[in-house]
C-alpha cells in the first residue's frame, strides 16, 4: 500500500522522456544533422521562494558562463549551450518534478541545484536513476555529495555542512566562546548540521553545546522562544542555522531584547540566500552577527575574479560588488559551468555518462572561487575544501565582507 | 333552491318508484343524511389537517435536531481539519522528507485515532502524490482521492466529495499553505465516514423514524433505520456549512411510515364511518316503521281495489280500519261500497248462469245434427271475407280445426283449383244478385288431390229487409264427377282405338272364341278388307276359317290353325288368295286376347301384314347370291359357316351342306392361318371394321386357290357382334398373272438403260413410266417426269438433226435409234443413244405406247472424240515429221504414209495404199537411189 505506487503521469513522460533522449544519445552519427542543436544545462532552484537571491544569482552565474562558453563558439562544434531554469519553491516535491522534466529534455548535460539541502537531498536517487549530473552551487548537506552511489552523478563547488559548522564551532573557540546554543531547523538541514556538530565536537575541541533548539522551517514566529530557551540555557552565542527569513526573524527578536540579552550568532550560510541585510533593516547592526562563506570579490582578488567584478556588479545592478546577495550562488555557478564545459569538450559527446567521467579527469581552471587544479578525482566529488572558507560579517551600509579586516 | 330540490324529488322517484311508502322513507333518510354528511366531511377535513400538521410536527423536531446535530458534528470535523491544514506540522511536513515521519505521522495517527469517523489522513504534494498516510481502514485507494487533493492545491479552496455510491465516505481535502512562497503546496486528505460521524447523532433519534442522507444526485448515502414500506410522510433537511464553499451539498430525509403517522387518523376516520352508517341506518329503520304504520290501511286499500279489477269479481274481505282519522273513515266507506257491489254481482251471476246453462244445451243438440251432415254447412258475411259458422264436415275436406273459425270459409277459398277461380267469382256474384247461386267446381286438396265439390249459396236478409249474410251447402261429388268422367275417357279411348284399327296398314282380324270351339271374326279392319278384296258383311260373324290360303301353303295354314286352337301366340306366312284368285304373301300373327273374369282367352287377334314384297326380294336375292361366281359367305362369331352360296361348291369343290356348320379355318392353307386369325381378331378387336386380304384356300382335290376374303361383322340390333359375312373372290389366275408383270417390272427396274414408257393415247404424250435407271440418268424423278413430255430432256437444245429423225419415225409408227444431247436435270449435257420401239395394242393393233430405251453414250462419245483428236495430233506429227512413216493394218497392207514418206519414196500415199509389206520395202532401193540421185 506504498501511496508512491500510485503512478503518475509524469512516470510516464520521464519514460517518454528517457525513450526520446535515449535514442539521440543512440544516434550519435547525427552529430553532424544536429550541429545547431543547443546543449541545456537546467538549474532546479527556489525561484518562487520570495525572500529567496540565491536561485537569481546562481542562475546568473549560469547565464553569464554560458554566454561566454557561447561566445566563444559553443561546445561540441559550435552548438551554443542553453540555460533551462525550474522553480522548486524550495518544497522536494517540486524539486523532483522539475528533476523529472530534465530527464526528460534532449540534450541536457547537466542541472544545478539550488540552496535546499532537502530538496537536493530527495533529487539524489532520481538524479541517479536517470544518470542526470548534478552540480552543487549551493546545498550544504554532506549527504549530497557523499550518498554513497556509484556511480556518482552529485559534484558540488561549494561548502559542506560539516565544514560549515565545523568553520563556526571554530570560530566561537576561536572567539573564546565556551558555551553555545544550536538553532536547527526540522529538516533534513538541520538533522545534517546537527550531526556534523557532533561529529566536529568529537573529532575537536570546541563549546559546549549548551541547548539545541529545533525551529519549524517557514515558522518564524517559534523563534523567539527558540533563542529564550537558549539564552536561559546560559549560552554565551548562538549558532544558527537557518534561511534568511528565520535568520531575520531572529536578529529582530535578539535586537529587540536588552542589550545584555543580545548574544552574538555564528550562522550557517542559509542566510545569505536572501537579502538579508534588508530583511533584518537596522537591527542587524545593533547584533553580533557573522555568517560563514567560501566567496567574496573582497577577498578572491586573483585575474579571473578581478575581471568578473564589472560584469557581475552589471548584472546585479550594483557598484560594489560586495553589495551582491548571495554572490556565493553567483561564483560557484559560473565555476561550475565552465567545469561542465571543458569536460563536455574533452568528453566529445553529450552522453552524461562520459562527461560524468571527463569531470573526473584532471581538470585545470582558473575560476572565480578557486584555482582548480584539478576540480575533481574519483572519491572526490568536492571541488572546494575546507580552508577555503571564512567568516564575513554585514556592514551597516549592507556590504557582506570578510571577518579578518 | 328549489331546483335542486325538486331533482333530488326526481331523482328520488326513478330510485323508489310510485310507493308512498319508500318515498317518505327515503326523504327522511335524505333528511337525516345531507346534514350529518356535510357535518361529518367537514370534521374529518379538519381533523385530518390537524393530524398532518401533528405528523410534520413530529418529523420536524426529529429531523431538525438531526440536522442540527449533525451539521454540529460535520461544521466541527471541518474546523478541526481546517486547524490541522493550517498546523506548522503540516506546513512543515511539505518539505521535511525525513523527518516527517517523526512528528507529522504520529500527529495524523493521534489525529485518526482521537476521531474514529476519519477512516484515512494523508498530506499530499502539490501534484496530489501523497507525502505520508495514516488510515485504520481496509478501503481500497480510490484515485479521487488525489484527484481530490489536486483540485484543492490548484483551486486554494477545501473540497469536500461524497465518493460515488451509496458509501457514506466523503474525500476532504484542505490545501496546504507554505508560508515562504505563500502559495499552497500541496493538501490535507481526510476520508471520513459520515455514518461514524454523522452516525452518534442519529442514533438518539426517537424509533419510528428512518433518516437518510442523500446528496445532491439523490443517491442514498446514510440510512438509519429500517423503512418496510414505499408509502411514508417525509420530511427533507438541507444539510449546508455555509461558510465552506466546497460542501457537497447533502439532504437529510426524515420519515416515518405513513401507517404509523397517519394510524390514529385512519382509526378515526373508520369510527366515523362506522358511527355514521350506524345513524343512517337507525334513521332509515325508524322512518320506514313510521311509514309503515302511516300507510298500511292504504295498503291494503290498494290491494283490495286492484282485485276488483281482476276479473269482475269483488272478492277479499274488509279492509282493516284503526283508529278514526282520515284513513279510517276512507276505509269504512270503501267497506259498504265493496258491499253493495258484491251483493249485485252474486245476483247478476246467478242470472247469467242459468241462461248460460240454457243456451249450451241448445248448441250441443245444434252440434250434433251438424256433424251428422257429411256435407258443409256455412255462413259467412256478404265479401266472403268473415266465416260466421261452419259445420263440422269440413274435416274431410281439409283440416281446419286449428284454422280460426272467422277465417275457415277463406282458407277453404284458397283450396279452389286455380283455374276455377273466375267461375268463383261469377258465381258469386250471380249471389249477389240473384240471391241465388249453384256451382260446381274442383278443390285441390293438400295432399294435391283433386276434389270436386258442389256449392249452393243463399242471400239471407234481416229483419229490415237488407242482405247480412250468405248462407251455403258444399257437397263432395267428387266421386259422381269422376265416375262421368272416366266413362267418358274411355269411350274416348274406345273410338280412338277403334280409328286406329281402322286406319293401320296392317289387316287386324279380331275373333271371338268360346271353349266350344267356336271362331267366329266380330272385326275385321279396312286394311284386312283391301288385302283379302272381301267386303266386311262376308266376314264378320263368320268362321274364320273361310279365309281362303293358297294349296301351297297348306303347311302353313294347318300350323296357323293349330296355334289358335291352343290359344296361343304364333306367326305364320301364307299365300292369301284373294277374292279374284290372286295370291299375296302375308305374314299372319296371332295373339290372345285374355277374356274378363277367369284367365281364359275370349277372342283371337290376328295381324295380317303384306310380305309380298319381302318374299319376292328374297326370292331375287337368292337368285342372285346363287349365280354369282363370287362366294357369298355368313360365319358365325365362332368362326362357324352358317351361309354358302353355290359358288363356294364350284371353286372349292366342297358341297354346301358339308361346310357348314364346319370352321372356316379349316378351310384354310394352314401357312396362312396366323395371317388370317390376326386379320380376323383385328375386326373382332373392333380395330377395323372390315377385312380385306388373300389368303390360300383348299379345295376338295387338295389344290390351293388364292381367294381374296372381303369380310364384315355382322351385328344384331344391340350392336353386339354375331358374326361376319362377305365374300370370297378366286383371284388365282389374276394373281399369277400379276406375278408375271411384277416379275417383268422388276427387269425393268433392274435394267441399266433408262427405259420410258410414254402413252400415246393421251394428249401430249406424256411419261407414264420410267425406270430408277432413267431417273439415275437424267437426275429427274419418276414423280417429276410422269405426265410430261420427253422433250423435257432435250432442254433448249431442241435443234438437233437426230431429233428430226426420231419425229420421222414417230411419224412413221417405227422404230429408230437416235443419239441425242439430253440435259440432266442438273444442266449437264450428256449423250442419249436413244432406241424408241412403238407398243400395239394387241387387238387392235393400233399404237397405245412407246417404249424408249436410254443409253448414256456420253463416255464412249467423249472417248471417241478424244480419240479422234489424238489420231488428228497423230496424223498431225505422221504428216509433218520429216521421217518417213508407213502404216500397217490389221492385214499387214499399208494403211498410210505421210508425206515425208512420199517425198522420200517418191510414192504417192495412193499407190502405197493396199500393199503388203515387202513390196514396198523390196521396193525402196531403186526409188531411193532415184530420189536420192535427183
Known amino acids: ?405 | 333552491m328549489i331546483q335542486v330540490l325538486r331533482l333530488i324529488e326526481v331523482a328520488v322517484d326513478r330510485v323508489v318508484g310510485h310507493s308512498l311508502t319508500r318515498r317518505v322513507g327515503a326523504f327522511g333518510l335524505l333528511m337525516g343524511v345531507v346534514p350529518a354528511l356535510v357535518v361529518s366531511i367537514f370534521t374529518g377535513l379538519i381533523i385530518f389537517s390537524l393530524m398532518v400538521d401533528r405528523v410534520n410536527a413530529n418529523l420536524s423536531e426529529a429531523g431538525g435536531l438531526a440536522q442540527q446535530q449533525v451539521l454540529f458534528r460535520l461544521s466541527n470535523g471541518e474546523q478541526t481539519l481546517s486547524d490541522i491544514a493550517d498546523s506548522t506540522i503540516v506546513r512543515n511536513g511539505l518539505l521535511d522528507t525525513e523527518g516527517r515521519s517523526g512528528y507529522l505521522d504520529p500527529f495524523l495517527h493521534s489525529y485518526v485515532a482521537r476521531y474514529p469517523a476519519v477512516e484515512l489522513a494523508a498530506l499530499t504534494d502539490f501534484q496530489g502524490e501523497p507525502l505520508t498516510l495514516v488510515a485504520n481502514t481496509s478501503l481500497p485507494w480510490d484515485p479521487a482521492l488525489w484527484a481530490t487533493a489536486r483540485t484543492a492545491v490548484d483551486r486554494g479552496e477545501a473540497i469536500w466529495k461524497m465518493l460515488e455510491g451509496d458509501t457514506p465516505i466523503a474525500v476532504v481535502a484542505y490545501p496546504v499553505l507554505y508560508p515562504p512562497t505563500s502559495s499552497f503546496e500541496g493538501a490535507l486528505v481526510v476520508l471520513i465516514d459520515l455514518r461514524k460521524t454523522v452516525g452518534a447523532a442519529l442514533e438518539r433519534m426517537p424509533t419510528g423514524l428512518t433518516v437518510e442522507v442523500f446528496d445532491l444526485r439523490g443517491e442514498l448515502k446514510l440510512r438509519h433505520g429500517a423503512l418496510e414500506s414505499q408509502l411514508r410522510a417525509s420530511m427533507r433537511f438541507p444539510l449546508v456549512l455555509p461558510h465552506l464553499d466546497g460542501f457537497p451539498g447533502l439532504e437529510l430525509v426524515v420519515s416515518m411510515s405513513a401507517w404509523e403517522a397517519y394510524k390514529p387518523l385512519a382509526i378515526f376516520f373508520s369510527l366515523f364511518i362506522a358511527l355514521g352508517l350506524i345513524s343512517i341506518m337507525v334513521a332509515r329503520s325508524i322512518s320506514q316503521r313510521l311509514s309503515a304504520q302511516l300507510l298500511g290501511p292504504l295498503r291494503k286499500l290498494d290491494d283490495a281495489v286492484s282485485n276488483v279489477g281482476l276479473d269482475g269479481r269483488v272478492r277479499g274481505g274488509d279492509v282493516p280500519v284503526f283508529g278514526h282519522d282520515e284513513i279510517a273513515r276512507l276505509a269504512t266507506g270503501f267497506n259498504r261500497m265493496m258491499a253493495a257491489i258484491r251483493s249485485a254481482q252474486e245476483e247478476l251471476e246467478s242470472k247469467v248462469v242459468e241462461r248460460t246453462r240454457r243456451l249450451h244445451t241448445a248448441q250441443s243438440r245444434l252440434n250434433g245434427v251438424l256433424e251428422s251432415i257429411r256435407d258443409i254447412i256455412y255462413s259467412v258475411s256478404l265479401d266472403h271475407s268473415r266465416t260466421l259458422y261452419m259445420s263440422p264436415a269440413h274435416r274431410e275436406i281439409a283440416e281446419l280445426r286449428d284454422v280460426p273459425a272467422e277465417r275457415r270459409y277463406t282458407v277453404l277459398c284458397t283450396l279452389v283449383h286455380p283455374d276455377e277461380a273466375g267461375r268463383i267469382e261469377a258465381f258469386r256474384r250471380e249471389v249477389q244478385t240473384s240471391g241465388f247461386g249453384e256451382i260446381r267446381y274442383r278443390l285441390r286438396k293438400l295432399d294435391g288431390s283433386a276434389l270436386w265439390v258442389q256449392e249452393r249459396a243463399y242471400l239471407v236478409f234481416d229483419e229490415t229487409g237488407k242482405p247480412s249474410h250468405i248462407d251455403g251447402i258444399l257437397t263432395d261429388v267428387t266421386a259422381g264427377v269422376s265416375a262421368e268422367l272416366a266413362r267418358e275417357a274411355a269411350e274416348r279411348s274406345l273410338r280412338i282405338r277403334d280409328r286406329a284399327l281402322a286406319s293401320c296398314d296392317e289387316g287386324v282380324l279380331i275373333a271371338e272364341v268360346t271353349d266350344d270351339r267356336v271362331e267366329r271374326l266380330v272385326y275385321a279392319n279396312d286394311a284386312f278388307l283391301s288385302l283379302s278384296g272381301r267386303c266386311r258383311e262376308e266376314l264378320i260373324d263368320k268362321d274364320w276359317r273361310t279365309i281362303e290360303v293358297d294349296e301351297r301353303d297348306a303347311q302353313s295354314l294347318r300350323e296357323l290353325r293349330r296355334i289358335i286352337r291352343n290359344r296361343s301366340h304364333g306367326r305364320q306366312r301364307m299365300r292369301l288368295k284373294r277374292k279374284d284368285a290372286t295370291s299375296l304373301w302375308v305374314e299372319i300373327s296371332v295373339a290372345p286376347v285374355q277374356g274378363t273374369g277367369n284367365g281364359s282367352a275370349s277372342h283371337m287377334i290376328g295381324i295380317i301384314t303384306n310380305v309380298s314384297e319381302l318374299v319376292h326380294g328374297e326370292q331375287r336375292y337368292r337368285k342372285v347370291v346363287d349365280a354369282v361366281r363370287e362366294v357369298i359367305y355368313q360365319v358365325d362369331n365362332e368362326g362357324r359357316w352358317t351361309f354358302l352360296n353355290p359358288a363356294w361348291t364350284a371353286i372349292t369343290g366342297h358341297k354346301v351342306e358339308e361346310t357348314l356348320g364346319a370352321s372356316f379355318f379349316d378351310f384354310v392353307h394352314p401357312d396362312d392361318h396366323p395371317f388370317n386369325v390376326e386379320c380376323f381378331s383385328e375386326l373382332i378387336a373392333g380395330k377395323r371394321d372390315h377385312v380385306r386380304h388373300e389368303v390360300r384356300y383348299l379345295t376338295r382335290n387338295g389344290e390351293t386357290r388364292w381367294m381374296q376374303v372381303f369380310g364384315q361383322p355382322v351385328t344384331d340390333d344391340d350392336g353386339d357382334l354375331i358374326g361376319f359375312s362377305g365374300t370370297l373372290a378366286d383371284i388365282t389366275e389374276s394373281r399369277d398373272a400379276a406375278e408375271i408383270l411384277r416379275l417383268r417390272d422388276r427387269a425393268l427396274q433392274a435394267s441399266s438403260n433408262g427405259i420410258v414408257i410414254v402413252d400415246r393415247s393421251q394428249r401430249g404424250n406424256p411419261v407414264i413410266f420410267v425406270n430408277s435407271a432413267f431417273e439415275r440418268i437424267t437426275g429427274y424423278t419418276a414423280a417429276e417426269i410422269t405426265g410430261r413430255n420427253c422433250k423435257l430432256l432435250q432442254g433448249r437444245d431442241t435443234n438437233q438433226s437426230e431429233v428430226e429423225v426420231l419425229r420421222e419415225a414417230l411419224r412413221q409408227e417405227k422404230p429408230c435409234t437416235v443419239t441425242l444431247r439430253n440435259y440432266r436435270k442438273s444442266g449437264e449435257m450428256f449423250w442419249n443413244e436413244l432406241t424408241v420401239s412403238p407398243v400395239r395394242d394387241a387387238d387392235t393393233g393400233a399404237v397405245t405406247h412407246y417404249v424408249g430405251v436410254q443409253n448414256d453414250v456420253t463416255a464412249r462419245r467423249e472417248a471417241d472424240l478424244r480419240l479422234l483428236d489424238l489420231f488428228m495430233r497423230l496424223d498431225m506429227v505422221f504428216t509433218l515429221s520429216p521421217d518417213g512413216f508407213v502404216s500397217f493394218d490389221g492385214d499387214d497392207r499399208v494403211a498410210f504414209v505421210n508425206p515425208a514418206f512420199e517425198r522420200m519414196s517418191g510414192f504417192s500415199s495412193g499407190e502405197m495404199a493396199g500393199l503388203t509389206r515387202d513390196a514396198p520395202i523390196a521396193g525402196l532401193p531403186s526409188r531411193t537411189d532415184r530420189t536420192a540421185n535427183r
Request: charged share 20%; proline share 6%; net charge neutral.
Open chain 1, 1 to 405: 500500500m506504498n501511496p508512491r505506487a500510485v503512478v503518475s503521469d509524469t512516470r510516464r513522460r520521464l519514460i517518454g522522456g528517457a525513450v526520446a533522449a535515449g535514442a539521440l544519445v543512440a544516434a550519435g552519427g547525427w552529430r553532424g544533422a544536429l550541429a545547431a542543436e543547443p546543449l541545456v544545462v537546467g538549474i532546479d532552484a527556489e525561484f518562487g521562494d520570495p525572500t529567496s537571491t540565491s536561485a537569481i544569482a546562481i542562475r546568473r552565474g549560469v547565464k553569464e558562463a554560458a554566454r561566454e562558453i557561447n561566445d566563444k563558439g559553443g561546445l561540441l562544434g559550435g552548438r551554443p549551450l542553453v540555460v533551462m531554469a525550474l522553480d522548486n519553491r524550495s518544497l522536494p516535491a517540486r524539486g523532483l518534478a522539475n528533476l523529472r522534466q530534465f530527464a526528460a529534455t534532449p540534450n541536457l548535460l547537466a542541472y544545478l541545484c539550488g540552496k535546499f539541502s532537502p530538496v537536493t537531498l530527495e533529487q539524489i536517487p532520481l538524479v541517479h536513476d536517470e544518470k542526470i549530473i548534478l552540480l552543487n552551487p549551493w546545498s550544504a548537506a554532506d549527504s549530497i555529495a557523499d550518498n554513497g552511489r556509484t556511480p556518482n552523478f552529485a559534484f558540488r563547488v561549494g561548502l559542506r555542512d560539516s565544514w560549515a559548522m565545523g568553520a563556526l564551532l571554530d570560530s566561537a573557540r576561536d572567539r573564546g566562546l565556551q558555551r553555545v546554543g544550536l538553532i536547527l531547523p526540522t529538516s533534513a538541514w538541520g538533522r545534517s548540521c546537527k550531526t556534523a556538530v557532533d561529529n566536529h565536537l568529537a573529532a575537536n575541541h570546541g563549546p559546549a553545546i549548551t541547548m539545541t533548539e529545533w525551529h519549524h522551517w517557514g515558522d518564524a514566529t517559534g523563534l523567539a522562544a527558540r533563542y529564550a530557551a537558549i539564552l536561559a540555557s546560559g549560552a554565551e552565542a548562538v549558532i544558527l542555522v537557518a534561511n534568511e527569513p528565520e535568520g531575520a526573524a531572529l536578529v529582530k527578536t535578539i535586537a529587540a531584547l536588552p542589550q545584555a540579552d543580545r548574544l552574538p550568532v555564528l550562522s550557517h550560510w542559509g542566510v545569505a540566500g536572501g537579502p538579508f541585510a534588508k530583511l533584518c533593516g537596522t537591527a542587524l547592526h545593533d547584533i553580533d552577527f557573522s555568517l560563514v562563506q567560501t566567496f567574496s570579490f573582497a577577498r578572491q582578488t586573483h585575474a579571473e575574479a578581478v575581471a568578473m567584478i564589472p560584469r557581475a556588479c552589471e548584472l546585479f545592478g550594483v557598484g560594489d560588488p560586495t553589495h551582491i546577495d548571495s554572490v556565493g550562488g553567483f561564483a560557484h555557478a559560473y565555476d561550475l559551468v565552465q567545469l561542465l564545459a571543458r569536460a563536455v569538450e574533452r568528453a566529445g559527446t553529450t552522453d552524461r555518462n562520459q562527461i560524468r567521467e571527463a569531470l573526473l579527469q584532471p581538470i585545470e581552471y582558473r575560476g572565480l572561487t578557486h584555482h582548480y587544479a584539478p576540480a575533481f578525482a574519483a572519491g572526490r566529488q568536492e571541488a572546494l575544501s575546507p580552508d577555503q572558507l571564512f567568516m564575513a560579517r554585514f556592514h551597516p551600509d549592507g556590504r557582506l565582507l570578510p571577518l579578518e579586516t
